[in-house]
């Protein structure tokens, strides 16, 4: 794993840039409230926060009281979290798909395993959960933040609006097939982003929930949120939820 080469190391420092300190406004004001209340976190538990980027979740396990070990695999963005937050946990660059070999992390160590936006970049789905169950103690908890696979399938959705009704709503073209989406265009709308294609993997709700209980997972809590933050438009409907987030636990 080590010096291996992640498609997000070209974006690291943009990314960085952009989301800053505490996150963009989608992760303070959807995403980390969201995470931070599935989690259930209790003071002197281990989480494991898988393609934790450059750690903001990292602030607000520590401040719970919790042991945060940040897990990605790309060199550039394990280093950039270092260098912003190194005093808050550890960060490793390892594979989602195997936690045990490539991390610090041993079987049956951690309590809570997160994935903040990052799930919808992983593949396969069954051997990145059942890396997770293997570093979870019994009856850990499993929270997942992820783009709504059924109203925001990446180059598949996109916000219309009807003048006539005043209304916003949501366009969705394809859901039900999964694919790897490469994701060019993510970098390059951006005013200053380099170039560089990362891939994210479009999957039906049904292929999250499947795949968790493959791996000796229930899930237990959902919730659905709708944008934070209207488009460049303007556009946004408080009925239409772009995020998902999904709680499992491990099956004793």
């Given at each position: 794993?080590?010096?291996?080469?992640?498609?997000?190391d070209?974006?690291?420092?943009?990314?960085?840039?952009t989301?800053?300190?505490?996150?963009?406004?989608?992760?303070?004001?959807?995403?980390?409230?969201?995470?931070?209340?599935?989690?259930?976190?209790?003071?002197?538990e281990?989480?494991?926060?898988?393609?934790?980027?450059?750690?903001?979740?990292?602030f607000?396990?520590?401040?719970?009281?919790?042991?945060?070990?940040?897990?990605?695999?790309?060199?550039?963005?394990?280093?950039?979290?270092?260098?912003?937050?190194?005093?808050?946990g550890?960060?490793?660059?390892?594979?989602a798909?195997?936690?045990?070999?490539t991390?610090?992390?041993?079987?049956?160590?951690?309590?809570?395993?997160?994935?903040?936006?990052?799930?919808?970049?992983?593949?396969?789905?069954?051997?990145?959960?059942?890396s997770?169950?293997?570093?979870?103690?019994?009856?850990?908890?499993?929270?997942?933040?992820?783009?709504h696979?059924?109203?925001?399938?990446?180059?598949?959705?996109?916000?219309?609006?009807?003048?006539?009704?005043?209304?916003?709503?949501?366009?969705?073209?394809?859901?039900?097939?999964?694919?790897?989406?490469?994701?060019?265009?993510?970098?390059?709308?951006?005013?200053?982003?380099?170039?560089?294609a990362?891939?994210?993997?479009?999957?039906?709700?049904?292929?999250?929930?499947?795949?968790l209980?493959?791996?000796?997972l229930w899930?237990?809590?959902?919730?659905?949120?709708?944008?934070p933050?209207?488009?460049?438009?303007?556009?946004?409907?408080?009925e239409?939820?772009?995020?998902?987030?999904?709680?499992?636990?491990?099956v004793e």
């Amino acid at each position: 794993m080590k010096g291996s080469r992640s498609s997000w190391d070209p974006v690291a420092g943009w990314y960085d840039a952009t989301v800053g300190v505490r996150g963009s406004p989608y992760h303070r004001k959807a995403a980390i409230p969201t995470v931070m209340r599935l989690a259930e976190l209790r003071a002197g538990e281990g989480v494991i926060d898988v393609g934790c980027g450059t750690g903001v979740l990292a602030f607000h396990v520590v401040k719970a009281g919790c042991d945060y070990l940040g897990v990605d695999a790309s060199a550039a963005m394990v280093r950039l979290a270092r260098k912003r937050r190194g005093e808050e946990g550890r960060f490793e660059q390892g594979d989602a798909r195997d936690l045990v070999g490539t991390t610090s992390a041993q079987p049956g160590s951690r309590d809570v395993a997160v994935f903040l936006l990052s799930v919808q970049d992983m593949d396969p789905l069954d051997q990145v959960f059942a890396s997770a169950v293997r570093v979870l103690k019994p009856a850990g908890r499993v929270v997942l933040f992820m783009v709504h696979p059924a109203f925001r399938p990446p180059r598949g959705s996109g916000w219309g609006y009807d003048p006539k009704r005043k209304l916003a709503y949501r366009r969705v073209e394809r859901y039900l097939t999964p694919g790897a989406v490469p994701m060019k265009e993510y970098a390059e709308v951006r005013k200053g982003a380099p170039r560089g294609a990362t891939i994210s993997f479009h999957r039906p709700l049904q292929d999250y929930v499947n795949a968790l209980a493959g791996a000796g997972l229930w899930v237990d809590a959902m919730a659905e949120l709708p944008d934070p933050v209207k488009d460049e438009g303007g556009r946004s409907n408080p009925e239409v939820p772009l995020f998902l987030a999904l709680r499992a636990r491990k099956v004793e």
